[in-house]
């Protein structure tokens, strides 16, 4: 469904993304791991044609989406749900009218079906009759629920999350990784999610890979993540203070008090 072959990515003299190699198999759940700052939300913004590569191709469907115009792309973009790390409602617009945006403003569905499809989006992430609120009106865990609802309201082919879980409690946090296998299972979505979750990632993933200083050290199913020899990949897992990540690091700034 999505293969990314050789991907550079590097903002001024700081390399993001170095010869990043990734398959996600179509109807699975890809989840990449890594620390903060790694470059994980980069790599998802290459998926979406946000960003362009400094080289390597980016392919959907065997289409490389690195080379298509702006209409082609926009065209493509239709087939892409995304969860945004914030959720990134539009504050002035109500629950219906984030949800229903896309099809709104880039469709010529009527505003019947509109409503409709915004029912339906809503029903499937467990809100109902709440179209008319606003997104202040809303706690953090409602919030996502939303963006989610907005990501598949276009009956997307692939869903990106971005930090899914990050800001809410651990009770919502389990309800949306829920929530994301479930929208695995009832609607065969493709899904790439980008977390430093492992709880989440554990829960979701039918294959993980880390990042790690620009390139994909690891990958495999959430098992063989948790029982890995490899060091690096051990004390990210495991959260461990001393190791392989935080010794670099001692090399490169010095001493963490």
Do not use: W
């Not at 926009?74 to 892409?80: A, E, F, L, P, T």
């Not at 896309?102 to 109902?128: N, P, Y």
């Not at 050290?217 to 190791?243: D, H, L, M, R």
């Amino acid at each position: 469904m999505i293969e990314i072959i050789g991907v550079h990515k590097s903002f001024n003299d700081h390399k993001v993304l170095d010869s990043i190699d990734l398959k996600i198999e179509k109807g699975k759940t890809k989840v990449i791991i890594g620390r903060s700052g790694c470059g994980k939300s980069v790599l998802l913004k290459h998926m979406v044609g946000i960003l362009e590569p400094d080289e390597g191709t980016v392919k959907i469907e065997g289409v490389v989406i690195n080379k298509l115009k702006e209409k082609e792309l926009n065209k493509m973009r239709m087939k892409i749900g995304m969860l945004f790390q914030g959720g990134a409602l539009f504050d002035s617009l109500t629950v219906a009218q984030n949800v229903g945006f896309v099809l709104e403003e880039h469709t010529d569905t009527d505003k019947d079906a509109v409503r409709e499809r915004v029912k339906e989006a809503l029903s499937l992430v467990g809100l109902q009759a709440i179209e008319d609120l606003m997104p202040s009106e809303l706690s953090g865990g409602m919030k996502k629920r939303v963006a989610l609802a907005r990501a598949i309201c276009m009956r997307p082919e692939i869903i990106l999350y971005d930090e899914p879980t990050t800001g809410v409690d651990p009770i919502t946090a389990d309800a949306i990784n829920d929530l994301i296998r479930e929208m695995q299972n009832k609607l065969r979505i493709t899904s790439v999610v980008v977390t430093h979750d492992m709880t989440s990632a554990y829960k979701v993933a039918d294959q993980i890979a880390m990042l790690y200083q620009g390139k994909i050290i690891a990958e495999g199913t959430p098992e063989e993540i948790k029982n890995s020899n490899n060091q690096i990949v051990k004390q990210f897992v495991t959260g461990a203070a001393y190791g392989p990540i935080t010794e670099t690091e001692h090399l490169v700034f010095g001493h963490l008090k």
